[in-house]
Nanobody, 124 residues
Framework: QVQLVESGGGLVQAGGSLRLSCAASGRTFTGVAAGWFRQAPGKEHEFVAAISWNGDSTSYADSVKGRFTISRDNAKNTVSLQMNALKPEDTAVYYC?????????????????WGQGTQVTVSS
C-alpha cells in the first residue's frame, strides 16, 4: 500500500514563499512521474506541476509558471514544490500524486495514488 504524505503548507502573506514536500512510503517514486494538484474552495481540482521519473522533464500550469518549481530526490523518495511570489489565488489544498507512467502528464487519470493534502493560505 503506497502512502503519500504532504507537508509544508501554512499561512503566508502575498509575495511570500512556501516549500511543500511529499514523502512516499510503502513503495518508491522511482520509475514514475510525480505531480502536484490543488483545489480551492468552490473550484475544480486543477493541475499545478509535474516531473518525470528522472527529473529531466517538468510541466507547469500557466498560472504558476515562473513562480513554482517542482523537484524530486529519488534517493530520499521525496518530491517538492517550491512556491515563490505567492498570490491570494494560490490559496488551496495542495495534493501530491504518484504517476502511472514515467513521463509527465497534466491529467488526473495519469496518477494513481494521492496524498491527503496540505492547506496553503495566502493572505493579501
Amino acid at each position: 500500500q503506497v502512502q503519500l504524505v504532504e507537508s509544508g503548507g501554512g499561512l503566508v502573506q502575498a509575495g511570500g514563499s512556501l516549500r511543500l514536500s511529499c514523502a512516499a512510503s510503502g513503495r518508491t517514486f522511482t520509475g514514475v512521474a510525480a505531480g502536484w494538484f490543488r483545489q480551492a474552495p468552490g473550484k475544480e481540482h486543477e493541475f499545478v506541476a509535474a516531473i518525470s521519473w528522472n527529473g529531466d522533464s517538468t510541466s507547469y500550469a500557466d498560472s504558476v509558471k515562473g513562480r513554482f518549481t517542482i523537484s524530486r530526490d529519488n534517493a530520499k523518495n521525496t518530491v517538492s514544490l517550491q512556491m515563490n511570489a505567492l498570490k491570494p489565488e494560490d490559496t488551496a489544498v495542495y495534493y501530491c500524486a504518484e504517476g502511472r507512467w514515467a513521463t509527465v502528464t497534466m491529467q488526473s487519470y495519469g496518477y494513481n495514488y494521492w496524498g491527503q493534502g496540505t492547506q496553503v493560505t495566502v493572505s493579501s
